[in-house]
């Protein structure tokens, strides 16, 4: 399969590179890179991504060449879908895409539906970043500071900073490399990590306000409501790590954060430590994901909603 994705990037000519909605540093430093090394082999490439770059991404090598806009697709030959088990993921313009004669998908998730023939996948791959780095080895790519930059990046948010049980000896292997050719650690965590707009901070504290912790500390969760965004002067892009917060918690092995969407509607990030796993929680309310990093959405009122989740993690232990 992989030396397949190698003869469609030799022939290929215009290539569509694009990822999901709600976009996250695996999906960028992965787009980004493959766009660099298909630029070095003098490729027309164009990246579209439904929603704007997180400005603490922007940093990244090449990231001022992504488009917010999709006009004509018969242009392209190829579309790469990163990071998507599905591809209704990359949000409206998903159809329009689906009719570009050859579609690749390089993917990571467990859930991957298949959608694409033609795929990269590996579903205990730490991110789509890892996946295109054994892509570039394998053909023998030149791995340019920029290229190692954005996987890096990849790599470093997909796994937590290198803390989630998705790190293993492959994904330590990947990132030396990168390191070897170019990319700086402390630059890169910087930029990703320590580079918070004050109004974060401000909705972080109304966040840590709604601190439960069930099941002898078991599992953690946090509330960010509307209003607390409203307050804060925040928008939904300023909730990323939050989920985060529970999990440092001592003993804890769920840790979730509903944000909401609408009156009666949650958005819930679920992580988990050691075996328990949330993809299966996520799946009993329609979402997905990976064993210790899922995703659903839920209706109802937020204190009903949180006792079904906490049943939900009751009967999946
Ligand atoms: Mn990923």
Not at 252 to 273: G, P
Request: hydrophobic fraction near 35%; aromatic fraction near 8%.
């Amino acid at each position: 399969m992989i030396n397949k994705i190698i003869k469609k990037i030799k022939e290929g000519q215009h290539f569509l590179i694009t990822s999901h909605t709600k976009l996250d540093g695996d999906a960028l430093g992965s787009e980004l890179a493959l766009y660099c090394m298909l630029s070095d082999l003098g490729k027309k490439a164009v990246i579209y991504n439904e929603d704007k770059t997180p400005d603490h991404y922007s940093f990244l090598p090449s990231a001022e060449k992504i488009a917010n806009k999709l006009d004509d697709v018969s242009k392209f030959d190829v579309a790469f879908i990163l990071d998507c088990s599905e591809l209704e993921r990359v949000g409206e313009k998903a159809k329009e895409i689906a009719r570009i004669k050859t579609l690749i998908n390089i993917d990571h998730h467990i859930s991957n539906n298949g959608f694409s023939p033609l795929k990269l996948w590996d579903g205990q791959a730490s991110s789509t970043g890892e996946l295109i780095f054994r892509l570039f080895e394998k053909m023998r790519a030149k791995m340019s500071p920029e290229i190692c930059t954005n996987l890096y990046a990849a790599i470093l948010t997909d796994t937590g900073g290198f803390r989630y049980t998705n790190t293993t000896k492959d994904t330590l292997y990947a990132a030396g490399k990168l390191v070897e050719n170019g990319a700086d650690p402390q630059w890169i965590s910087e930029n990703i990590y320590e580079n918070d707009s004050p109004v974060k901070i401000i909705l972080m504290k109304k966040a840590l306000e709604t601190l439960s912790l069930d099941f002898q500390n078991q599992v953690g969760s946090l509330v960010v409501t509307k209003s607390a965004l409203k307050e804060s002067g925040a928008t939904y892009e300023h909730t990323e790590g939050f989920v985060e917060i529970p999990r440092s918690v001592k003993g804890i092995s769920v840790s979730i954060l509903y944000t909401q969407l609408e009156d009666n509607y949650y958005k819930l990030s679920l992580r988990s430590k050691g075996k328990i796993s949330v993809e299966k929680i996520a799946k009993k309310f329609g979402g997905g994901g990976h064993a210790n990093a899922a995703a659903c959405r839920i209706k109802g009122n937020i204190e009903v909603v949180k006792e079904e989740v906490l049943e939900a993690i009751k009967e999946t232990r």
